[in-house]
């Protein structure tokens, strides 16, 4: 399997935490039997070792496994002394692999809390949104917040060429820097956390509102109505260029500010809001529009999936390291999903690849 051994070659100097001349098992060999079960519907230590006996003489074809397949207990150990930092890394290389040969496209920033998880892990994580594909995540520290972890997962990521999109946890001007620094785009939500600049925005398209000020420069304007099963859903979408934000309030590069209308009308009721957005893109409301409309997949394609397909709010890891090392499976097996091509919902997949071989040996070679 020449692509498996390319997804195992990111993994091979990832380094052992423990003392190898006492090991019975391959690191190599526990981390890819874990992915491949994970893959074929695994949602634990347990389920990977049962796994891992039900295929073993198919497993043998391409790992050594000396001394069998290992235990639940040998592989939790593992995955709670291997450095989670590390085992990222190796994950993030493998995908900045294959986004390098993507078109460009929005990268979604978001957190997830692991809610079964003793510690109340929080993640955040990288989400290429036209592609599908988990780039990376990063633990937030459990004594500061997502403003800390931001800034550190970007610097991991191959981001050139990009639209990073962030809420308004990431509207920082640290994070904007870094995000420029990596020659990317961004389209950075604005709140109340930076008061004086989200008065600002809302005062210069009130401005253009009022009817007082006919001579006042007029945005760029565009607008969308969606239909779907009984709901009626308009957004609008208005950007002035403004290089003020950039040249005297210290945002690097921006260029535009954006104000997003959206009305959503279905069984008699009608639901709106307003939200407001500064970006480095040039001043073309259709492409911001469609921009922030791309960072909500990560919540419907990612975060949904990994919950509903994967039971990651259901996962009841209680060692820190172990859990977050297990979201790291969860994401790889997740981007083997998405890059194959058949048909079949993600769950249905992941049920076939637990019978089939050989389209399990198809997914991974995905």
């Known amino acids: 399997m020449e692509k498996l051994s390319s997804l195992q070659a990111h993994f091979e100097n990832l380094p052992d935490p423990r003392i190898v001349a006492k090991c019975d098992h391959l690191l190599i060999d526990i981390v890819s039997l874990s992915i491949c079960a994970t893959l074929a519907g695994a949602d634990d230590w347990q389920e990977i070792e049962t796994f891992g006996k039900s295929k073993e003489p198919w497993l043998r074809q391409w790992l050594e496994l000396p001394f069998g397949i290992p235990s639940h207990d040998t592989i939790e150990r593992v995955f709670r002394k291997l450095d989670a930092t590390e085992f990222e890394s190796c994950f993030i290389a493998w995908t900045s692999e294959i986004f390098s040969q993507l078109p460009r496209q929005v990268v979604a920033i978001d957190g997830k809390t692991l809610r079964g998880c003793a510690e109340k892990l929080h993640l955040v994580s990288a989400w290429a949104s036209e592609s599908g594909i988990s780039l990376g995540q990063c633990k937030v ?34 994070i904007a820097q870094e995000i420029v620094n990596q020659e990317a785009d961004y389209v950075l939500a604005v709140k109340g956390n930076q008061g004086t600049l989200h008065e600002y925005i809302k005062t210069r398209f009130a401005l253009s509102d009022d009817s007082r000020f006919s001579n006042h420069e007029q945005p760029h304007y565009t607008e969308t109505i969606e239909r779907q099963r009984g709901r009626t859903e308009k957004r609008r979408c208005w950007v002035f260029h403004d290089t003020e934000i950039a040249d005297n309030r210290g945002w690097a590069n921006c260029q535009t500010i954006i104000r997003i209308s959206c009305e ?56 820190e390291n172990g859990a977050t090392n297990l979201a790291v499976l969860r994401r790889i097996a997740l981007n083997l999903i998405k890059r194959h091509k058949g048909k079949g919902s993600l769950k249905s997949k ?4 637990a019978l089939d071989e050989d389209f399990l040996s198809e997914v991974l070679q995905s």
């Open 141 to 174: 520290d459990s004594k500061s917040n997502e403003i800390t972890a931001i800034p550190e997962l970007l610097k991991l990521l191959v981001l050139k060429g990009s639209i990073v999109t962030i809420d308004a946890m990431g509207c920082q001007k640290k």
């Open 264 to 319: 959503r009308q279905f069984h008699n009721q009608t639901e709106q809001e307003t939200r407001y957005f500064i970006s480095t893109l040039p001043a073309q409301p259709a492409l911001l529009l469609a921009c922030v409309r791309a960072h909500w997949s990560i919540e419907n394609s990612f975060h949904w999936v990994l919950d509903v397909v994967f039971k990651e709010d259901q996962a009841r890891t209680q060692h």
């Open 350 to 353: 992941r049920y076939r690849a």
